[in-house]
């Protein structure tokens, strides 16, 4: 079979041939990168990382590369476990392989009880990788004493870490391990401390002051991630420039001593996808020595998003972006060949463990939820009386992700008991959910709207409303039935005031046949004051008149 064409060149041979190039770098441009009718993107022929490199709430990143992988931690406060450590091969396929702690103790708050840590918790850790072991550093972030700065150790990332040691608080704080041995925390605004070389202490008299803030540094400073390269210190920032014009950007303050003199230059001043600009990340190099630049982006409903970006070393600095310094629409990392991975993903809940994609809404009460009670089901229990969904013990949550996303439960709602309420929600500090509401012998579901306010110090819920948009008796519709579909799709492409956010909500009996209900393009929102996070999707089941009820949830699936 002949596989190309045979041309007859005549007068018009140039123009046809012209057009057979043409159709041919067409066809191949379609190949690289295509965009599905729902909006999400595919590069899998190509090994072509789209940005955003992970369109999800993957805030505050620090990432090294250890041999021919990248490891990558992220903020998610108030959730548990905590500190997640994601692998990839590629920058481009990522999966989550384990977290730094289980659960955080230091208050009652983190049990929802007495407040709340809403937006606290684990801020901005450092990774770091030194003689064989990887060490992070955090320090939550808390009210009044603002809590300790703790240091974490493990053989293996994806295994059990150790707790080193807790020493006083650093904000947005790096662990620096210098080529001698010696150890840093580089804080604050340009802040820096020895530690002891068992990461026991501080060494007291080792502050030192890096640098002195700038005229133009009008706003804050903050995110320090430390590097060394070719002899040279190097130190980026996230800038806040609070002036008409101006936004934020990264910084590079670099020196050939670490404790100065420092010279700065802008790195990354950009802004990408019809989003504000972006910035509070780190650089990576990968094996064959090309460089990139991870920063995060405000995303609205959805949080905040990774984006890749080349790094080019121009005059000893590390330039990010484009040629225009630009974050480009895709980035050529090192292809590998690897299995498509993701750190959001599909579950049956048939293994013993409950896997690394789930995190928990506060500490968890762990008697009160299973996945052996009922073999291939998720068991949710009421564990104490609430009024609401801010205060429940034992909601499940997951990323909701972009361009567009489209996740549903299937709930046995059997053994509900009066005043239970269970369901399916995009949970924030302003939530739509799918509620089956248990009253007497009668479940509603419906779809409501709910928002909470918190107290300034100590997070406390001072108010929540939920507003009743549309509900039906499944009582009623399907008085034999014990099961229940619901979904929820998630819109985050970019919209005429940045991104749509907006959620839909449907149910169905039998899996097939769905019924949408209540509001239409329901908005979704980030508000840093509260919640300072992107929408998760998430099962919850608590109780407001007497424990004793639970629901099993089959599956979780997202399309």
């Avoid at 012998?441 to 779809?447: F, H, N, Y």
Wanted: net charge negative.
């Amino acid at each position: 079979m002949n596989l190309f064409p045979t041309f007859a060149l005549g007068n018009n041979h140039h123009f046809e041939m012209k057009r057979f190039v043409l159709v041919v770098i067409l066809s191949l441009v379609v190949c690289f990168v295509t965009i599905d009718a729902a909006g999400k993107r595919s590069s899998s022929s190509t090994g072509l990382v789209e940005n955003p490199m992970l369109w999800a709430d993957v805030p505050d990143p620090d990432i090294i590369r250890v041999g021919d992988s990248y490891y990558l931690v992220s903020t998610t406060m108030h959730l548990m476990p905590g500190a997640p450590i994601m692998r990839s091969r590629d920058l481009k396929n990522w999966e989550t392989i384990g977290y730094v702690y289980d659960r955080l103790t230091d208050s009652p708050k983190y049990d929802l009880q007495n407040g709340t840590v809403y937006g606290r918790g684990q801020w901005a850790t450092s990774l770091k990788y030194h003689n064989g072991r990887f060490y992070v550093l955090f320090a939550p972030n808390e009210q009044g004493a603002m809590g300790d700065t703790y240091i974490y150790s493990a053989e293996d990332p994806a295994g059990e870490w150790t707790l080193v040691s807790r020493i006083r608080h650093f904000h947005d704080c790096s662990l620096f391990f210098d080529d001698d041995n010696r150890v840093y925390v580089i804080y604050g605004t340009g802040e820096m401390m020895e530690l002891k070389p068992d990461l026991s202490d501080v060494i007291e008299g080792s502050h030192t002051q890096l640098f002195q803030r700038e005229a133009d540094e009008t706003g804050l400073l903050e995110g320090s991630r430390m590097i060394k390269h070719n002899g040279r210190y190097y130190l980026l920032m996230i800038s806040h420039v609070y002036a008409p014009g101006r936004h934020r950007r990264e910084v590079c303050y670099r020196a050939n001593d670490i404790h100065g003199p420092y010279e700065k230059k802008t790195i990354l001043e950009s802004d990408f996808g019809g989003f504000s600009y972006l910035a509070q990340g780190t650089i990576v190099d990968s094996p064959d020595g090309d460089w990139y630049g991870v920063m995060f982006q405000d995303r609205g409903g959805v949080g905040r998003v990774l984006t890749l970006s080349p790094c080019r070393w121009i005059d000893g600095w590390p330039m990010l972006g484009d040629e225009d310094g630009r974050v480009p629409d895709h980035v050529r990392p090192l292809i590998s060949g690897e299995p498509e991975k993701h750190i959001i993903c599909s579950d049956d809940f048939s293994s013993a463990k409950l896997g690394l994609h789930w995190q928990w809404n506060h500490n968890p009460v762990n008697t009160a939820w299973s996945l052996t009670e009922r073999p291939g089901w998720l068991r949710l229990k009421t564990s104490r009386v609430v009024p609401n969904i801010y205060l429940a013990p034992n909601t499940l949550t997951q990323r909701m992700e972009g361009p567009t996303c489209s996740a549903y439960v299937v709930i046995d709602y059997s053994h509900m008991k009066d005043g239970d309420c269970a369901g399916f929600a995009a949970f924030n500090s302003e939530t739509g959910a799918l509620a089956l509401k248990k009253t007497g012998k009668i479940v509603t579901l419906e779809m409501n709207e709910q928002t909470v306010q918190l107290s300034a110090r100590d997070k406390e819920v001072t108010k929540a409303e939920e507003k009743m948009i549309e509900g039906v008796s499944l009582t009623k519709i399907a008085p034999r039935a014990t099961k229940v579909w619901l979904r929820i799709d998630g819109d985050f492409r970019p919209g005429q005031h940045g991104g749509k956010d907006a959620a839909n909500f449907y149910y169905s009996l039998d899996g097939e046949q769905w019924t949408k209900i209540g509001t239409t393009d329901y908005r979704m929102r980030f508000d840093w004051q509260r919640f300072f996070m992107g929408s998760k999707y998430s099962i919850f089941c608590f109780a407001t008149k007497k424990t004793g009820g639970y629901i099993d949830v089959d599956s979780f699936t997202i399309e």
